[in-house]
C-alpha cells in the first residue's frame, strides 16, 4: 500500500512523505523492529522469514493498475518504472537509492540463513532464470546483485536515483567473495570503480583496495601470467585503472604481465601518500620467491633503470635496497640519477660513508665531485678515514671544486707538505678577509662579542678552525728534526702580516685630526676590534710553537722579520715563553750537576776498591 501511495503521489511532496515512511518501514523490519519505531522488537525467530519476504517483494513486486496513468507524467516516480524488470526495485532506487542499499545490507547482514528461506518464499524457481558464472543454480544474493548492477546503467541514464553508487555496493560483495562477476558484470564494475571517486558510504572502502579486491577474487593475482582474466584484456583494465587513479592497481597488473619498470613507476605514483609501499613492492618482488632466476634478474635491472622513480619518494631507502640486494650494480644505479645530482649524492654518501660499501673508483670519484659541491666542509674528514683510492685523481678534483681543506689534505699524502701549508694558509688569508668584512658591517654594540677566540662567532670560528688545521700539520711535521721549523714560520707570518698591517692603520687613525668625528671613531673601534682578534689568534700560534720550536729561533725569526713591528702586545706571551726557557735551562743544569756530581763520586769508589791491598 505504501508503495501504491508513493507511486500514485501526484505531488513531489506527497511522494516524499509516502516514500520516507515506505523505507523506514522496510528498514525496521529489516533490522528486526516494530513500525512505528518504539512498538518493542518482532520475535527474533519471524525477522529472517520477513527479511525474506522484503527482499523477494524487492524482486517481484508488481505495478499497481492505477499507476498506469501517471506513467506518461514526467519526474513521477510511475514514469521511472514503467516497464522495469524490477519495477519495486527500480523505484525505490529512484525515489532514495542510499536508503535502499541501507535496506539490502541489512537484509542480507546473515547471508546462509537469508539464502535458505528466500529460496522457500520465492518458489526457488524465479531465482533459477539465468546460469551462474560458474555453472549451476545463482544464488539469492548472487540474483539480487545482478539486478542491482543492471539496475545501476538504467539509473546512471536517467533522471532519478544514484546509479553511481550501486557498481561500488555490488562490488563489495564481490570483493568479499559473497557474490560472482561474470565478464560482463565484471567490465561494468571495473569501468564504475575506476570512472569517479566513489561516494562516502558505510558500504564503500577504498576505491582502489576494492577494484584489487575484486580482481583476486575473480582469479587475478601476480604469479597469473595470462593475458586474459575471466575472458576479460588485463592492458584494458590496466588501461581504466590509470585513468582512473589507481595506480596500485596498475602496479599490479603490470608485475603479473612482467613489465617490472611500468609496474615499478606506477607504485611510485601511488606511493606519495605512503613512501613506504614503494619498497615493501620492492622487497616482496626480491625476497618472496614468486620469481623463477630470469624473472628475478629482470626486477633487479628494472629496479636499477627505475632509480629516478625510487630516489623522487626516497633516496635513503633506495640505497639501502640496493645496497642490501644488488650492491654490483651501485654505479649504474647512480649512472641514472646522474640528472638528480642532490639525490645522487645522498644515496652515494648512504651506501659509501656510513654504510662502508666498496665501490668502484669511477663511483668514488663521482661520489667525492658530489661530496665538495654539496658538503665540502666534510670532505676532508671523509678523505682522512679512507684508504685505496687514486691520490691524483682526487687531488685534481678538489682542486677543480676549490676544495682548499681537502686539497692540502691530499698534497700532504701525497709528500708535499709545504704545497700543502700554502694551501691552507691562503685558505686563512681567505678566512681572516671574511671576519674583516664581518667587523665592518656589523654594529658597534656587537663589537664586542667578536673579540677573542673563543668567540661563537661563525667567521672567528672558521679563522680558528683555519689556524688549527696548519698547526696540526706543522706538528705532524717537525716531530723528526728541524726541517720542519719553517712551517711554523709561514704560519706565524699569516698572522704578523696582516697585524702590522692593521697596527699601522691603528695608528693612523689616532694621529688623524678627524678622530673626533663619529665615523672614524667607529673605524678605530672596529679596526682595534680585528687587531684584538689577530693578537689571540698569534698568541696561540706561539704557545704552539714553543712546543716543537726552540724558543732562541722563535725569538730571532720575529727579531729579523718583524723587528720594526710593535711587540708590546706579546709581552706577557713572550716572558712566558722566556721564563718557560729559563726554567728548561734550570733544569738541565741541575740535571747536569747531578749527573757529574754522581759520575765523580761512583769513579772515586771505584779507584778505592782497586787500590786496596790483596789480603795475605
Not at 560472482?180 to 572502502?205: H, M, Q, W, Y
Request: charged share 20%.
Amino acid at each position: 500500500d505504501l508503495f501504491k501511495q508513493t507511486l500514485l503521489a501526484t505531488t513531489a511532496q506527497n511522494q516524499q512523505i509516502y516514500g520516507s515512511k515506505l523505507l523506514a518501514y522496510l528498514r525496521c523490519i529489516v533490522r528486526g523492529d516494530s513500525f512505528p519505531p518504539g512498538r518493542g522488537e518482532i520475535s527474533s525467530g519471524q525477522v529472517p522469514l520477513l527479511r525474506c519476504q522484503i527482499l523477494a517483494y524487492l524482486l517481484y513486486g508488481k505495478v499497481p493498475p492505477e499507476a498506469a496513468a501517471l506513467v506518461t507524467t514526467p519526474r513521477t516516480m510511475a514514469s521511472a518504472v514503467f516497464q522495469a524488470r524490477h519495477p519495486v526495485l527500480q523505484g525505490l532506487a529512484a525515489f532514495d537509492t542510499p536508503g535502499l542499499l541501507s535496506i539490502i545490507q541489512e537484509a542480507f547482514r546473515e547471508w546462509d540463513t537469508v539464502e535458505a528461506d528466500l529460496i522457500d518464499a520465492a518458489h526457488a524457481r524465479r531465482l533459477q532464470a539465468e546460469p551462474a558464472p560458474g555453472g549451476g543454480s545463482q544464488t539469492a544474493l548472487q540474483v539480487f546483485m545482478c539486478s542491482l548492477l543492471n539496475l545501476s546503467s538504467v539509473l546512471q541514464t536517467s533522471e532519478f536515483g544514484s546509479g553511481d553508487i550501486i557498481v561500488p555496493f555490488v562490488a563489495a560483495y564481490v570483493a568479499e567473495g559473497r557474490a560472482t562477476a561474470a565478464p560482463a558484470a565484471l567490465d561494468t564494475i571495473v569501468s564504475g570503480l575506476c570512472k569517479e571517486p566513489l561516494n562516502e558510504r558505510d558500504f564503500i572502502v577504498g576505491g582502489q583496495d576494492l577494484l584489487l579486491k575484486v580482481l583476486k577474487q575473480s582469479g587475478f593475482s601476480r604469479r597469473s601470467r595470462e593475458v586474459g582474466l575471466n575472458d576479460m584484456d588485463l592492458g584494458h583494465v590496466c588501461s581504466l585503472a590509470e585513468d582512473g587513479g589507481f595506480f596500485k592497481v596498475t602496479a599490479e597488473i603490470q608485475t603479473a604481465l612482467n613489465n617490472y619498470e611500468k609496474a615499478i613507476k606506477a607504485y611510485a605514483k601511488a606511493s606519495y601518500k605512503s613512501p613506504e609501499d614503494l619498497f615493501v613492492f620492492a622487497k616482496e618482488m626480491i625476497l618472496g620467491g614468486s620469481l623463477d632466476a630470469a624473472q628475478h634478474a629482470a626486477f633487479r635491472d628494472a629496479a636499477v633503470v627505475s632509480a629516478v622513480a625510487f630516489a623522487e619518494i626516497d633516496v635513503e631507502a633506495y640505497a639501502s635496497l640496493t645496497g642490501d640486494h644488488f650492491p654490483e650494480r651501485i654505479g649504474d644505479a647512480s649512472d641514472r640519477l646522474a640528472e638528480m645530482p642532490e639525490s645522487n649524492f645522498h644515496f652515494l654518501k648512504r651506501l659509501i660513508q656510513f654504510e662502508g660499501i666498496q665501490v668502484s673508483d669511477t663511483t668514488f670519484e663521482k661520489f667525492l665531485s658530489l661530496h665538495c659541491d654539496f658538503e665540502p666542509e666534510g670532505v676532508t674528514p671523509f678523505l682522512r678515514n679512507r684508504d685505496g683510492f687514486r691520490i691524483t685523481t682526487c687531488l685534481e678534483i678538489c682542486q677543480s671544486k676549490g676544495c682548499r681543506d681537502a686539497e692540502a689534505f691530499l698534497l700532504e699524502r701525497t709528500g708535499d707538505v709545504e704545497g700543502a701549508i700554502d694551501i691552507i694558509i691562503g685558505g686563512i688569508r681567505e678566512k681572516l678577509h671574511e671576519l674583516t668584512v664581518a667587523i665592518r658591517n656589523a654594529f658597534v654594540e656587537d663589537l664586542s662579542t667578536l673579540q677573542g677566540g673563543s668567540s661563537s662567532n661563525i667567521e672567528v670560528q672558521k679563522v680558528k678552525a683555519a689556524f688549527d688545521t696548519a698547526l696540526t700539520v706543522c706538528q705532524r711535521h717537525t716531530t723528526q728534526g728541524q726541517e720542519g721549523y719553517h712551517l711554523w714560520f709561514k704560519v706565524l707570518d699569516s698572522c704578523m702580516q696582516p697585524l702590522q698591517s692593521f697596527k699601522h692603520k691603528e695608528l693612523e687613525l689616532k694621529n688623524s685630526q678627524s678622530v673626533g668625528l663619529s665615523d672614524d671613531a667607529d673605524l678605530l673601534l672596529r679596526v682595534q676590534t680585528l687587531l684584538q682578534v689577530l693578537q689571540g689568534f698569534t698568541e696561540r700560534v706561539l704557545q704552539s710553537m714553543a712546543s716543537y720550536v726552540p724558543l732562541p729561533d722563535i725569538l730571532k725569526c720575529i727579531v729579523e722579520e718583524h723587528g720594526n713591528a710593535e711587540l708590546g702586545d706579546f709581552k706577557g706571551t713572550l716572558m712566558g715563553m722566556l721564563v718557560a726557557y729559563s726554567q728548561e735551562l734550570n733544569i738541565l743544569q741541575i740535571a747536569k750537576r747531578i749527573f757529574v756530581s754522581d759520575m765523580s763520586q761512583q769513579q772515586q769508589r771505584k779507584y778505592r776498591t782497586l787500590s786496596m791491598a790483596f789480603p795475605s
